[in-house]
């Protein structure tokens, strides 16, 4: 890949108990770029992502080999504080999660937790924040209902909101439309497209025309494996590797 | 949104907030550990001090003696301290009160979990909580009152305090324990089991008969233990209808003997006993011995169910906790106990005609159940089970009546606002009213925040091990000691040895420890239901593991929580045995000035009247009712909110 490294991984093993979900996996994602991470279900996709930010870390019996680095820094490291890197590393979730609270009380819970009291800053972060994942002009005469009453696609653009109001360098997408219908599928697609001037976007994916669409790199992974990395242009249309090219043409997943 | 270029004192500065945020979460963190070792410490403490305070009769007579010897006679010239007839009337009153509960509870849960509609349901189900909120002292005045009377009249016979009354009595009292464990049993059996049956052509009765409740079984073994647990520790209602002698009914199954129970023995002479006598140390020898059997009963509905949970946490393909071959053995066994206990009882008691009737079902039974049809069966099984639930709601609607009807007359603002006058026979309740808010307000303010903080510790920042289960297990031992033990325990460490005296103080704290397993249990199940997913979502934004706890994931749960606090109170107002020693008196006009003063309590006050004044029959009435209708306010407030929570939740 010729563009920048933001996070590199080097050999990374990590089990569940007894069972290996990653086997040494070894990837460069580039910055201010959409990389898209493709495989067949329980190929370790989700797990490498929540790696990441290490969200890994709420799950009992985990263990985790090889070495993560974010900006040249171990996330491992003793001295980086968990706090701080997931402040770095934003993640919007499969299923929309908002917290059962107002839809401006969402939005202003990252910088309120990391410290923003001033008011008129709030609501400054929290307009920036809604207009950023389109979805402002739907929202902004009612502010103080409850996030719980939107739509499904709307949850998931205030989730990715609530994202941004903390300023992250990478956001980790989790499979973020697979619960949403196909109009908002379209506009989180866009939002994506956007996003990448200001950050650096890892989504996981099971729709290989979803990936097409969006990344500009794409890494193929399959039982905890991954199998091939690089452009997606390249991946789609002359994948080196005999696993890829069967996935991407259907053979299985 | 633009990036700023972050100075170098600005990174210096962040990197010290951070190591002042990690300060700050661990010191939460250590708040929250010593808060959920809080329980531990207690029940190590009350079993310290009961071994402390029995030793020396262990000592002097030993253990055999103690357990095995025929007469307990501790006021006698020469006291005799064998407490074997005490544990044998435990035993027999246990057996009676089972007998008559397990059948009416399964009959009663069968009908809730698979015939009652939603409707019925709905209506049922808080009625059978209803009867869990009746304080036992109640409960106690009413059997003194209404059911002894009953017996004493029905068989003939110079008093009704005995054996049978307790046993009914106590029976009633497990009802609720049993029905609902049994029907959380029931209605969890998987849903394809009972499709499965019915589908190849199985009779309804025939799918729950031979597929839920043995499917259930282990679970509704539980509910039986669990109502065992209950009858074993209750000490106020025993203790006023069972006539306590201290002997051994003869012959055995004569129920109609008056008999005395462990616990009854420590609620009638603690309080006359002096300090530090031999007769004080084998009341706690008694304590000792009550709280060792009650917790081996606990902990094995405890341990039946935890396995249970597990089980089904990992799929249908789990192993049986008894083997099928030992199942039909043990069913067989239970048949033939229980017809011969049946038979035994009713050859000692009952009146020829119904001994005959007895005799003429079982014979029609073994005799006619091969011709009858499929339907017949049906129909008879399913007119027993709806029997059973119509006599459990008969009881609820005979002791309610009963209370409501003769206690409307005695209240008046008079009676809600003036002290007592001529021993409670005249004048109010006021201070008792008072009093009991006071020992409740007082112990909930003490138990939440412990409670709160030992659920949260259990539930957001530990994961499951060693320690979890060393505080699981103190918690389980917590809920499990009878209220008694609690009273012994308030007396002799924080009335003597604290040397806070008896007082308003003294009984918050004990009605505090006795609350804080049920606010430690509702509390975790609320954080429990807490979506994962917004865990993650705050903790993903950086938040650390405390903003997530106190912003995201505690707010949602302040319902639960509530519920939980608001059923202890219930529970606290209408308890007698942890106070009586520790911070009741019986008559004051004055309500305390200090939390250093004793004060009145409406409990202890209906116990006295009923136990010791004659006369003042509408006084008491009144005050049973004032009780109950505190305690079931405080239950309804608690089941509504409930709903209304879970409503929320699912819309």
Same mark, same amino acid.
């Given at each position: ?27 460069? *994602? ?11 279900? %329980? ?31 171990? *996330? ?26 107002? *839809? ?15 008011? =008129?800053?709030?609501?400054? *972060? ?123 043409? %259907?053979?299985?997943? | ?16 907030? +951070? ?65 074997f007839p005490l544990i044998v009337g435990t035993l027999l009153v246990t057996i009676g009160a089972m007998v008559f509960a397990v ?12 015939? +009652? ?48 009354? =307790? ?53 509704? =073994? ?105 199942k039909e053995s043990l069913s067989r066994f239970a048949e033939v106990i229980g017809i011969a206990l049946f038979l035994i009882f ?106 709160? @903080? ?102 949602? =749960? ?9 059923l202890s109170i219930g529970r606290a107002a209408g308890e007698t045995a942890p106070i009586m020693f520790t911070a009741v008196i ?28 004659? @006369? ?36």
């Amino acid at each position: 890949m010729s563009d920048a490294a933001i996070i590199t991984t080097n050999n990374v093993n990590l089990w569940y108990n007894e069972k290996q979900a990653l086997q040494s996996v070894s990837i460069k *994602i580039p910055k201010n770029r959409v990389t898209s991470l493709i495989g067949p279900s %329980g190929c370790g996709k989700s797990t490498l992502l929540r790696c990441f930010n290490r969200l890994n870390d709420l799950i009992d019996h985990v263990k985790i080999t090889g070495e993560i680095t974010l900006d040249d820094e171990n *996330i491992h490291a003793p001295s980086t504080d968990v706090v701080t890197l997931r402040k770095k590393v934003g993640m919007v979730f499969q299923k929309p999660n908002p917290f059962p609270k107002t *839809i401006y009380e969402n939005v202003a819970y990252g910088p309120r937790v990391h410290g923003v009291r001033d008011k =008129a800053e709030l609501d400054k *972060i929290v307009e920036q924040s809604l207009r950023h994942a389109a979805i402002w002009d739907e929202v902004k005469e009612r502010l103080n209902d409850s996030a719980l009453g939107l739509s499904g696609g709307q949850q998931q653009r205030l989730c990715i909101a609530r994202t941004l109001a903390v300023e992250p360098e990478v956001i980790l997408m989790d499979e973020p439309c697979s619960s949403l219908d196909p109009i908002a599928t379209a506009k989180i697609e866009n939002l994506i497209e956007r996003l990448k001037e200001d950050y650096t976007v890892i989504i996981v994916t099971h729709n290989m025309q979803q990936a097409a669409r969006v990344s500009d790199y794409t890494g193929f992974m399959y039982l905890g494996k991954l199998i091939e990395c690089g452009k997606t242009g390249q991946i789609f249309e002359h994948p080196k590797e005999e696993l890829t090219e069967n996935y991407i043409t %259907g053979r299985f997943g | 949104m633009i990036f700023t270029k972050k100075t170098d004192s600005a990174v210096t500065a962040s990197k010290r907030t +951070a190591r002042l945020s990690f300060l700050k979460e661990q010191s939460v963190k250590t708040i929250f550990f010593f808060t959920a070792l809080f329980a531990v410490i207690v029940v190590s403490f009350i079993l310290l001090f009961l071994l402390r305070d029995s030793y020396p009769i262990f000592a002097q007579v030993g253990l055999p003696n103690f357990l095995l010897g025929p007469d307990w006679a501790p006021t006698a010239m020469v006291p005799l301290y064998g407490i074997f007839p005490l544990i044998v009337g435990t035993l027999l009153v246990t057996i009676g009160a089972m007998v008559f509960a397990v059948p009416l509870s399964i009959g009663c849960a069968i009908y809730l979990s698979e015939l +009652a509609s939603p409707r019925t349901k709905k209506i049922l189900k808080p009625a059978v909580e209803l009867l869990a909120g009746i304080p036992s002292v109640v409960y106690g005045f009413f059997g003194l009152i209404v059911l002894t009377n009953f017996i004493r009249v029905s068989f003939d016979i110079p008093t009704g305090e005995t054996w049978l009354a =307790a046993s009914l009595l106590l029976g009633v009292m497990a009802l609720p324990t049993i029905i609902s464990v049994s029907e959380d049993a029931i209605s969890s059996v998987p849903h394809e089991y009972k499709e499965g049956s019915l589908a190849i052509g199985a009779t309804r009765w025939q799918t729950i008969s031979r597929v839920l409740v043995p499917a259930a079984l282990s679970g509704i =073994a539980a509910a039986v233990i669990l109502g065992i647990g209950r009858v074993v520790g209750e000490t106020m209602a025993v203790l006023m209808v069972a006539g306590n002698a201290a002997i051994i009914p003869d012959p055995i199954w004569n129920i109609l003997s008056p008999l005395r129970t462990l616990t009854a023995t420590l609620g009638i002479e603690m309080g006359e006993v002096s300090v530090g006598s031999e007769h004080y140390s084998a009341l706690f020898g008694i304590a000792v011995v009550l709280l060792v059997i009650t917790l081996i009963i606990n902990l094995s509905a405890v341990a039946i169910l935890r396995h249970l949970n597990e089980a089904r946490a990992k799929g249908p393909a789990r192993k049986p906790l008894v083997s099928s071959a030992t199942k039909e053995s043990l069913s067989r066994f239970a048949e033939v106990i229980g017809i011969a206990l049946f038979l035994i009882f009713l050859l000692a008691a009952a009146p020829w005609w119904l001994v005959a009737l007895a005799l003429l079902i079982i014979g029609a039974w073994y005799f006619g159940r091969d011709r009858l049809s499929q339907k017949h069966i049906q129909t008879i099984a399913f007119g027993l089970v709806g029997l059973a639930t119509v006599i459990v709601l008969a009881i609820l609607v005979i002791i309610l009546q009963d209370i409501v009807i003769n206690g409307l007359p005695a209240i008046s603002w008079e009676f809600l606002t003036q002290p007592p006058k001529d021993l409670g026979r005249a004048g109010g309740i006021f201070p008792a009213i008072v009093g009991t808010l006071y020992l409740v307000m007082g112990a909930i303010a003490i138990a939440l925040p412990l409670g709160v @903080g030992a659920a949260v510790y259990l539930v957001e920042y530990t994961r499951e091990g060693r320690i979890t289960r060393i505080i699981r297990t103190g918690v389980d031992l917590l809920n499990g000691t009878p209220s008694i033990v609690f009273g012994l325990f308030g007396f002799a460490f924080i009335v003597l040895y604290l040397n806070v005296g008896v007082s308003l103080l003294a009984g918050q704290i004990t009605l505090a420890l006795m609350v804080l397993p049920t606010v430690i249990r509702t509390t975790e199940e609320s954080l429990k239901n807490i979506p994962q997913s917004l865990r993650e979502g705050s903790l993903a934004l950086g938040a650390t593991q405390w903003q997530t706890i106190s912003r995201v994931v505690i707010p949602p =749960a302040v319902p639960g929580i509530l519920t939980g606090a608001i059923l202890s109170i219930g529970r606290a107002a209408g308890e007698t045995a942890p106070i009586m020693f520790t911070a009741v008196i019986f008559s004051s006009r004055f309500l305390p000035d200090s939390v250093f003063q004793p004060v009145m309590a409406l409990p202890y006050h209906l116990f006295i009247l009923a136990t010791n004044v004659p @006369g003042s029959s509408t006084n008491k009435y009144g005050t049973a009712l004032v009780l109950l209708l505190l305690v079931i306010g405080f239950y309804s407030v608690a089941i509504f909110l409930r709903t209304h929570f879970q409503n929320k939740i699912r819309g």
